[in-house]
């Protein structure tokens, strides 16, 4: 299973020393990689159908409990052969869409790393993996949905999916996380062993609502729908590609993969029930105003997955069965309805409904393939579109007393508005007089035409042999989506006119009608935007503006470019930080015993210290500042005479006089000091420095009163002549002891000295200079 | 003595603050000086300071017979009054630079180069 997904992942790495060579007759070589995956995993199905599952075990961080754990049952692999044989469809499909464009290569670059992410998360049977995955979605999806960069509308809904899908992201690894640290492991399929443990949890709520929220934004549940007909601005194959079995359904794939283990609750249940049920009527009514084709695809597909959260919240066996069946029919169809799409929008150069019509007559393939797929998508009986609708009423039907009967009116208006929908979209165009400015169309290539014909003809093949899929595909599906033997059973007619029939009929009938008085028109996709304004995708937007705003503001006070601003700001919040655990560590204690006596002398150095310390702070002149600042240093250096420590008080004396030295030869041109402040602000920073030694210096007495650790100096005092060879232990810590130490500092100031005189020898051009 | 010590150091800590606060590069330079002043003594009382008995052996004996200095502040202020350096004589030349290039010593002036166009 490994290898699948680094064969999807070198393909797109290949790409990029060979995209440019790949354009011309070579590029049929790109369908091959998933056709060969799609191949690969066929070959799986009977072990599969037997309800038997593969797993693959690499370690990678074991520690983290990260590790390459990989399993395919019968919910990853319908993924897995939605994922590549589509993807199949697709590749071929794209390579005519987009012969020519000069981005080809990139294009399939990207194509190739989102179906190798895909692969990757359906595959994975560890959680932190499987966020992995997830996030590479979400990034190559951006590319491929900001494809048309040079578009502004195209870069803007890229950066929408992002920011939700991404924002969903963060949701999804926290609920992970808190979920492992529950359950005490990260591996999936484990977890159901836990799932007393999980449930009984503090944690049970948040790890839902987190888990829920990577899911609904994936999934493009209300109110996060609105990226997904932003997400449109794609090239078609990618529309087709993301939003019929893949991207999207991946917060699907979530709450089923999870179903097991954390399902069945009402928390779990209510949830799903009230936020799928919401979507999938608020997305299904909106369809009927559009009037783009690719509109009223993107607002079936949101109604489409909110059906599917809907039955995985109702999370009876008929639910879950439902949901296992409706995956696959609706990728089918939508995916078909979407590359029809793409052809009239190739050929004709629009995606108005209100002037497509006839176009049977030129592109007859194509209008098989969109009229096949609308019946499935409309659910006439003979349909797979028929036996998906049948087993959702039979879900809701059989739901407790108490909701059935909402739930399935709810599931009925639903689907009448799918109906009149899919035939808007799939039929429509296809039907009445061809207008005559069309009639000089042509068909596109075969391999234009030909996937979206075969995936609308399977929709219809699995309709009319529903028990062949059932058997080999669905059961085993529903098995591991339930976690439980399911005894699915599908069947084109149950064999009695029972309430499950009356409401499928019902739904069409009504649906047509429907669709025959619903006529689209521009009026009415303006009378939606009206309401744009409360839309959660305007509230969002919104916010954040205000967070730039914000930011913006922030960033223009704190970063206002002046040095001595910065340096107030940090000195005032170390004093903020240092104040406050000073005054949580107790009062000061000085041990007056352990102190050396003084002596004259020294209060005579420190007065004088102190007295050019006073000159160097309020001298007007800048050479008396410099000569102030070299008697401080020889204060200081007397200090390391009177205290023992002869080394420092040569090194100072030498560095003092160097400095000075420097300073008068390099600076004594300069002006003098101007008075630049005004009283107030030296007042304000009179007391912040004062405060800032006040701090220091009760810090210093805090550390006087401490007992004195001397282990290390009374092993470099006692070794100082038997390992070094040395009588002064100073030099020898230095010299010898950490002696490398001292070689790296002799070499950064071999750098300094570099700068230094490259500085001094620099020639600027007069260019340069002013 | 360390009272005095402790006072000492409070005032090259306030004074290097104080000078960093201001507009002048000179000042910004000497004030970075203080503060490395005043953590060396810092550093220094951190060791109980000893007087008069520095950490050199006597020269009839391999090890020590008395009490003496704390060694270890010793060779941490010895580096960091070199590294120190380092920094103060890049810091003088860049200083000259600098002020070769716009004529002035106020930090101000640099900052928006492309506006004012000096």
């Known amino acids: ?770 | 003595m360390e009272l005095l010590l402790v006072a000492v150091l409070g005032l090259l800590y306030a004074a290097g603050v104080y000078l960093i606060l201001r507009r002048s590069m000179v000042k910004l330079l000497l004030g970075i000086m203080l503060l490395g002043n005043g953590t060396n003594i810092l550093i220094f009382l951190l060791g109980s300071i000893t007087k008069g008995k520095p950490p050199v052996i006597d020269a009839d004996h391999n090890v020590f017979q008395d009490i003496y200095a704390d060694p270890i502040p010793q060779a941490l202020i010895l580096t960091a009054i070199v590294i120190s350096f380092a920094l103060t004589a890049f810091a003088i030349v860049l200083l000259k630079r600098v002020y070769a290039l716009v004529n002035s010593d106020d930090l101000d002036d640099l900052n928006t180069p492309e506006e004012e166009d000096i």
């Open chain 1, 1 to 770: 299973m490994l290898f699948t997904i680094l064969l999807g992942l070198f393909s797109a790495i290949l790409l990029i020393p060979f995209g440019s060579r790949l354009k011309s007759k070579w590029s049929i070589l790109l369908p091959l990689i998933p056709t060969g995956i799609f191949a690969y995993y066929l070959g799986f199905i009977p072990k599969i159908a037997s309800g038997a599952s593969f797993v693959q075990h690499i370690e990678w961080v074991p520690t983290l409990g990260v590790n390459f754990d990989f399993r395919l049952d019968g919910l990853s692999m319908l993924f897995m052969l939605l994922i590549t044989g589509i993807g199949t469809g697709i590749f071929f499909y794209a390579r005519t869409y987009l012969k020519g464009h000069p981005y080809f290569d990139r294009f399939f670059g990207y194509l190739f790393l989102f179906m190798t992410a895909m692969m990757g998360l359906v595959l994975s049977d560890n959680m932190l993996l499987l966020f992995i995955f997830w996030e590479l979605t979400s990034i190559s999806s951006f590319f491929l949905i900001g494809f048309n960069n040079d578009n502004k509308d195209s870069r803007k809904s890229a950066m929408t999916a992002m920011t939700i899908t991404g924002m969903g992201g963060f949701f999804l690894l926290a609920g992970l996380v808190l979920l492992g640290n529950v359950a005490g492991t990260y591996q999936i399929s484990e977890l159901i062993e836990y799932k007393d443990r999980i449930i009984n949890s503090d944690f049970y709520p948040l790890i839902l609502l987190f888990i829920f929220l990577g899911a609904f934004t994936k999934s493009a549940q209300f109110p996060f729908h609105f990226w997904l007909p932003g997400a449109m601005k794609a090239p078609t194959p990618v529309s087709a590609y993301l939003h019929s079995a893949t991207m999207v359904k991946a917060g699907i794939y979530l709450l089923a993969r999870f179903f097991p283990a954390l399902g069945g609750t009402d928390l779990w249940s209510y949830p799903l029930m009230i936020v799928g049920g919401f979507t999938m009527l608020y997305a299904a009514i909106h369809s009927l105003f559009r009037i783009d084709l690719k509109s009223i695809l993107a607002y079936t597909t949101i109604s489409a997955l909110g059906i599917l959260v809907f039955l995985l919240g109702v999370g009876s066996r008929e639910a879950i069965i439902a949901a296992a069946v409706f995956i696959l029919v609706h990728a089918l169809y939508k995916a078909t309805l979407f590359l029809v799409t793409g052809i009239i929008d190739h050929e004709t150069g629009t995606r108005d409904i209100t002037k497509l019509a006839g176009l049977r007559k030129v592109l007859m393939p194509v209008a098989i393939a969109g009229i096949l797929a609308a019946l499935s998508s409309a659910g006439l009986p003979g349909t797979f579109g028929f036996i998906g609708k049948d087993l959702i009423y039979e879900a809701t039907l059989h739901s407790k007393e108490n909701l059935m009967l909402i739930l399935t009116i709810l599931a009925v208006i639903t689907n009448t508005c799918l109906v009149a929908a899919g035939f808007m979209a799939g039929w429509k165009p296809f039907a009445g007089e061809l207008p005559r400015e069309y009639s000089q169309l042509h068909l596109p290539y075969k391999s234009m035409w030909i996937p979206p014909l075969i995936l609308g003809t399977l929709g219809l093949l699995f309709g009319l042999f529903p028990s062949f899929i059932g058997k080999w595909m669905s059961l085993a599906t529903a098995n591991s989506i339930f976690g439980a033997e399911t005894d699915l059973k599908l069947a084109i007619w149950h064999g009695s006119f029972n309430t499950v029939l009356i409401l499928s009929l019902v739904t069409l009938g009504l649906g047509i009608l429907l669709y025959i008085f619903n006529k689209p028109s521009e009026k009415k996709v303006s009378f939606l935007e009206k309401f744009q304004s409360i839309s959660s995708q305007s509230i969002l937007t919104r916010y954040s503006n205000d967070i730039i705003r914000f930011s913006t503001w922030y960033t223009g006070k704190f970063h206002n470019g002046y040095l001595r601003s910065y340096h107030l700001k940090i000195i005032l919040f170390a004093e903020g930080l240092l104040i406050y655990k000073l005054w949580m560590s107790g009062p000061i204690q000085i041990d007056f015993d352990n102190l050396t006596p003084l002596t004259i002398y020294e209060v005579a150095v420190v007065v004088i210290l102190l007295g050019a310390l006073l000159i160097v702070v309020s001298t007007p002149s800048r050479l008396t500042a410099v000569v102030s600042m070299s008697v401080i240093g020889y204060c200081i250096c007397l200090m390391y005479v009177f205290y023992s420590a002869p080394d420092l008080a040569m090194t100072q004396f030498t560095i003092d006089t160097l400095s000075t030295v420097l300073f008068v030869l390099v600076l004594y041109k300069l002006p003098g000091f101007l008075n630049l402040a005004s009283a107030k602000q030296q007042y304000r920073d009179i007391v912040v420095a004062l405060g800032f030694g006040a701090i220091l210096s009760i810090i210093a007495l805090k550390v006087l009163y401490e007992p004195i650790q001397t282990q290390t100096s009374d092993f470099y005092g006692e070794n100082a002549y038997i390992l070094a060879k040395g009588k002064n232990v100073v030099n020898l810590i230095l010299a010898d002891f950490r002696g490398i130490d001292t070689m790296f500092e002799t070499v950064v100031l071999g750098i300094a000295a570099l700068g230094v005189y490259s500085l001094l020898k620099l020639r600027l051009k007069s260019s340069e200079k002013e």
